[in-house]
């Protein structure tokens, strides 16, 4: 999608600090992290949120939740522990509507969250 911003950073058009990356998928650091480590990992493929997920893409979905273990280790927090956040809608503060999860970790994360 031509607009979208996390559509930029997957072709490269907006530089990004990218911790993994494959065919389907791709993780790199926000750029105002809360916590130590804090990546954003999401499809390449343009899903505007969760409420957008077919029966067809569920599959990607999937294979990207199968890829937290390994990107967790890259980071160093797959024994630590990490929290992985979807925001969606308003009141879940969804402000880039490319589907993506928060990976956060490297510090005790409080529950709940504001
Ligand atoms: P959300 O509120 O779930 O849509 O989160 C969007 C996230 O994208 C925020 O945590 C931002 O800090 C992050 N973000 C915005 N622009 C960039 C960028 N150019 N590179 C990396 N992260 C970004
Ligand atoms: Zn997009």
């Known amino acids: 999608m031509s607009d979208c911003l996390f559509c930029k950073i ?10 993994y990356q494959d065919d389907k998928i791709i993780a790199f650091k926000d750029i105002q ?11 390449r493929e343009h899903i505007p949120t969760v409420m957008n997920i077919t029966e067809e893409s569920s599959n990607l979905i999937g294979y990207l939740h199968l890829k937290v273990k390994e990107i967790a280790e890259i980071l160093g927090v797959a024994e ?5 956040v979807c925001n ?8 880039v509507q490319h589907i993506h999860f928060h990976l956060m970790g490297g510090r005790p994360l409080t529950w709940p969250p504001g």
């Open 88 to 95: 969606y809608g308003k009141d879940g503060d969804q402000i």
């Open 80 to 84: 630590s522990g990490l929290r992985l």
């Open 33 to 43: 992290p809360q916590a130590p480590v804090h990546v954003l990992v999401l499809p």
């Open 10 to 19: 997957v072709s490269g058009e907006i530089p990004s600090d990218i911790v």
